[in-house]
Structures are given as structure tokens and as C-alpha cells.
């Protein structure tokens, strides 16, 4: 019979308690409880989608297809991927406030509505935009908190048409006024800052000068194209 020395002995002892102790305060740790289900409806096809993300953070690829569905362009009903970020940003917003729902305007856009709608650039048609609104909350109180929380992000104000435009993938800030109601083309304040290479001392200048005088209603784009 082999007799194991007493300090050996002592160490599988010791081990077994660390092991056991491990064990049993894993299972007493509560179970870290799942972000909120956050709802979307949009406002022309009617159709809802909620949107929670995975447990490690971020959205499935099932959950982004789901999304491409949802966002697709309401004129042509074409899909297109959207933008994770994007997605992340819309729903951080509904989780600021009190996770209200989301009313969608527009996601998706094909390039020829793009084009119909007076701005053939438009983050829309590269799946990097929506247009919203945010349940219980004002306008401008949802453009406020965009614009102090997120960075490289385009802003629209649409307070005619009373909506928020948000995009990414932008190297700098940018952030316009879109008095056009619904269905108009766009009919941005002040004009100039529809960005122009010609004039584009002039865009600065004016951008500068409009910072200044009165922010809130300024659209300054930090030489990023301006509109949605």
C-alpha cells in the first residue's frame, strides 16, 4: 500500500477546497441579465422588428439579416446590409430613453430614389442611414443627444417633415437642417453647406460663421458631405 507524504497530502487537499470554493461561488454569482428588447415600427410598411443584442455583445448575423429586411427601401422593396454601427446607435438611443420604441422614416434607399430625392450621394443607399423618431420624445431633444454622445456620425434635423436623420462611417461630424416637408426634395439651411467643391472656402466660412451666431439652428459639416 503507498502512503503519500503528508505534505503532498496537505497541497491535494488544499487544492480540492480552492476548487470547490471556485465551483460553488460560480454558482452563487447571479446570472447577468440580458439587455432589454427594444421595439421598431416603420411608419409606411408597418412592419415591427425588436432588436436586443447577442450576450457578447453586438447583433447576430440572423439579427442584422432581419434588419436588412425591415430597412429595405419602402419605394422599390429592395434589401440591402446595414451598417452594425448604425443599428448599435439606434438602439442605444431607445435604451436612453427608458428603451422607448423606435418609429423608422427610412432606412435603405435605392440610388435612383436617392437621386429622385435631390441628393445622389445619400448615406441612405449604402445602408449607413436612418431616418426616425423616438417615441414620447421631441425632435430635438433626440438631435441633442446624438450629437453630444456619438462622434464620426452625420445629423439631420428635419423639423417640418419631424424626423432625425442619423448615419456613419463619417471621418468627421456633420450636421444639417432640412426644412422640407414630407415628400419635397431637400431644402437645406443654409444652403451653401450642401457641400461644393467650387465654394468650398466659401462652405467653411459659412459654416463658421452660422457655428457662431446661432449653433442650434447651424449646420456645420466639418468638410463631410451634408444631407440624407
Request: hydrophobic letters at 35%.
Amino acid at each position: 500500500m503507498m502512503v503519500w507524504p503528508k505534505c503532498v497530502l496537505a497541497a491535494l487537499v488544499g487544492w480540492l477546497l480552492a476548487v470547490g470554493s471556485s465551483s460553488a461561488e460560480a454558482k452563487s454569482r447571479p446570472a447577468k441579465k440580458p439587455l432589454p428588447v427594444i421595439e421598431l415600427e416603420h411608419l409606411t410598411t408597418h412592419h415591427k422588428l425588436t432588436l436586443q443584442p447577442s450576450p457578447g455583445g453586438g447583433f447576430s448575423k440572423k439579427k442584422m439579416g432581419e434588419v436588412a429586411s425591415f430597412l429595405r427601401c419602402h419605394h422599390t422593396g429592395q434589401r440591402h446590409s446595414m451598417n452594425e454601427r448604425l443599428v448599435s446607435i439606434l438602439y442605444q438611443t431607445a435604451r436612453h430613453y427608458h428603451n422607448a420604441k423606435l418609429f423608422i422614416v427610412a432606412g435603405y434607399r435605392a440610388a435612383k430614389v436617392a437621386r429622385q430625392k435631390g441628393n445622389p450621394r445619400s448615406p441612405h443607399k449604402r445602408g449607413v442611414a436612418a431616418d426616425f423618431q423616438v417615441a414620447g420624445t421631441s425632435i430635438e431633444s433626440v438631435r441633442d443627444y446624438l450629437r453630444s454622445t456619438f462622434h464620426n456620425i452625420g445629423v439631420g434635423f428635419y423639423p417640418k417633415s419631424g424626423f432625425i436623420h442619423v448615419d456613419v462611417g463619417r471621418q468627421k461630424d456633420a450636421f444639417w437642417i432640412d426644412y422640407s416637408g414630407p415628400g419635397e426634395r431637400a431644402r437645406y439651411s443654409p444652403p451653401s453647406l450642401r457641400r461644393d467643391r467650387k465654394r468650398a472656402s466659401h462652405v467653411a466660412e459659412a459654416a463658421q460663421q452660422s457655428a457662431k451666431s446661432d449653433d442650434s439652428a447651424a449646420a456645420v459639416d466639418s468638410g463631410e458631405e451634408a444631407g440624407g
